[in-house]
């Protein structure tokens, strides 16, 4: 256990609550986590555990007996189905769904945050991964967004790891999407070469639009089908990525003026209204996820040289969902 740490209240803080005074006094420490010491009885007011209200007085002392900044997280193994599309002794390829995470981010700091993501179910089932990501991340080479399904591929020993990862580097993996997107793509193919970085006013967002971190990012696409509906037309398409940029597709798609359904990140409607029939009120479609699914992927075994072409259908909410556009078109 941690020496108690004590912080002598000056007659300056009389009259701020306890949970208001600490957040002040320990910097880098969250709201969250104060009031978790606070409800362990990690925090004491002159020996005496109080509620974070406590107004203070100014001259007390405040002992806190846990550790403000717990030990970093590590993933744990969890008892979780996945589809498992390829595996050997190198390495896997998963069929993640949507909605599934693929690993905590690095700011976790509530252990149950860090349950439930791709990592722990692939601790559970292969036990022994690549350590090169680190103990959020082991075996993980590259990402797909929470709410984008779809195939990734992970290593399961280092040497593999540094295999893939060159081979992600050198555009030497072939990764293939399915997107609906809003509007009609007037040409049956394109390019979208503008670099992708992260927008500097909104920080949970990436933009196309010229950034001091920006990286190049390359996308192709080609038609497959164009609906003309009653909620609105729309085009879907294949998309070919030379590049991996957090939400790349999804950034590309609306810089063009065709965002992806369901993305209301970047600008997509969050629900779908049929335009206004006469003799009843319009229709209202919903998906909740994005319409975004990694389709494919070919590439070399990084250690064998064997060639691998791995494919994953439609999730049935994605096909569900063309389904109903379609029977009202």
């Not at 390359?218 to 939400?247: A, C, M, P, W």
């Not at 040289?305 to 096909?319: A, I, M, N, V």
């Amino acid at each position: 256990m941690p020496e108690a740490r004590t912080i002598a209240v000056a007659t300056a803080a009389a009259g701020q609550r306890l949970d208001r005074f600490l957040a002040a006094q320990l910097e880098g420490v969250s709201r969250s986590r104060i009031q978790l010491l606070l409800d362990q009885g990690d925090v004491l007011v002159d020996g005496e555990r109080r509620k974070p209200s406590l107004r203070l007085q100014g001259t007390e002392t405040i002992a806190i007996l846990g550790e403000p900044h717990p030990a970093p997280l590590k993933a744990v193994p969890e008892a979780i189905p996945l589809q498992v599309v390829y595996e050997d002794s190198d390495l896997a390829v998963i069929d993640k769904p949507a909605g599934m995470m693929v690993h905590a981010g690095s700011g976790t700091s509530d252990a149950t945050r860090s349950r439930g993501t791709l990592v722990n179910a692939l601790l559970f089932r292969f036990q022994s991964l690549s350590g090169a990501g680190g103990e959020l991340r082991p075996g993980i080479v590259h990402r797909l967004d929470k709410d984008t399904s779809g195939l990734i591929v992970v290593a399961r020993n280092d040497r593999a790891h540094a295999a893939l990862a060159a081979m992600f580097a050198g555009r030497r993996m072939r990764k293939t999407y399915i997107a609906l997107v809003h509007g009609t793509l007037k040409a049956q193919k394109g390019t979208i070469d503008a670099a992708v970085g992260r927008d500097p006013l909104r920080r949970t967002r990436m933009t196309a639009r010229p950034t001091q971190n920006a990286r190049s990012a390359v996308s192709h696409y080609e038609i497959i089908q164009r609906l003309d509906t009653r909620f609105g037309k729309f085009t879907l398409i294949n998309v070919r990525i030379e590049t991996g940029r957090t939400h790349q597709i999804r950034v590309h798609m609306a810089s063009i003026g065709h965002p992806v359904v369901g993305d209301t990140l970047y600008g997509a409607a969050g629900q779908l209204t049929e335009t206004a029939p006469r003799k009843r009120e319009p229709g209202k479609l919903r998906l909740g996820r994005n319409f975004l699914h990694a389709a494919e992927l070919e590439f070399a075994h990084p250690l064998t040289g064997r060639l691998l072409d791995l494919k994953s259908p439609l999730p049935r909410e994605l096909e569900d969902f063309l389904d109903r556009l379609e029977r009202v078109g």
